[in-house]
């Protein structure tokens, strides 16, 4: 399709439980990106995919999250025990080009 | 590094008027530059974006910017707001050496419109 589909649209956690998030990208895009956004406005860089393969992961705090994106799959974003900070609205995006980005429409995660 | 500054957290203007968010950029490379929309509750759109064609760049809605290598700076513009025009926006740089590379995004401008 020629949308970014992330689900679900809401996920509720308790504090140390597990998340887990998913996105289709749009059908022949190679690159995959995942961003955290906070109190509504700071977009933070997480992950990158090209194809299955991680492109760029600087940006994931690794002794919790992990991510993956495997063919013929929604890539996934996975929290272990999450934290009351991991509350944010987590984006995916894909691209096929170096000049445009798809954005989804997020995936809010509340931790209770 | 790139890095984006956008040199106003809030901007407040009357409908019919103009609008300008400031956006300077750093890079280390030819960058490529984009402004994208937040409205409420709802996912990021691009405005507009500049990938080293022509400077003035005209995007969605009326919005259009301007790519001033000199001051390294890409602001955003509007000749008449709108009250739709209400929602944060994004200045955001892209680029490297080869392959394709994570965006940057500013701290964010809320533009607020009022009758």
């Known amino acids: 399709g020629e949308e970014v589909a992330q689900t679900p649209k809401h996920l509720v956690r308790g504090e140390g439980q597990k998340a887990k998030l998913y996105c289709a990208p749009i059908k022949g895009h190679s690159y995959v990106f995942w961003y955290q956004q906070v109190l509504k406005n700071e977009f933070k860089f997480l992950i990158s995919?090209?194809?299955?393969?991680?492109?760029?992961e600087t940006g994931m705090p690794k002794e919790r999250f992990s991510a993956k994106c495997l063919p013929n799959s929604p890539c996934s974003l996975e929290i272990q025990a999450t934290k009351l900070e991991d509350s944010a609205v987590y984006f995916c995006?894909?691209?096929?080009?170096?000049?445009?980005?798809?954005f989804g429409p997020g995936t809010r995660l509340t931790v209770l | 590094a790139q890095s984006v500054t956008q040199l106003d957290s809030h901007v407040s203007v009357s409908e019919g008027t103009p609008v300008l968010l400031r956006c300077n950029y750093s890079s280390s490379y030819s960058p490529s530059l984009f402004w994208y929309v937040q409205h409420p509750n709802k996912g990021l759109q691009l405005l507009l974006k500049?990938?080293?064609?022509?400077?003035l760049v005209k995007g969605i809605n009326g919005f259009e910017a301007e790519f001033k290598k000199s001051e390294t700076s890409f602001h955003l513009t509007k000749p008449s707001a709108h009250m739709s025009d209400a929602a944060e926006y994004f200045c955001v740089v892209s680029g490297g050496s080869g392959g394709y590379n994570k965006l940057i995004f500013g701290a964010g401008t809320r533009l607020a419109v009022h009758p």
């Open positions: 500049y990938t080293s064609a022509a400077t």
């Open positions: 995006a894909s691209s096929q080009s170096v000049d445009r980005a798809f």
């Open positions: 995919f090209q194809n299955e393969n991680v492109f760029d």
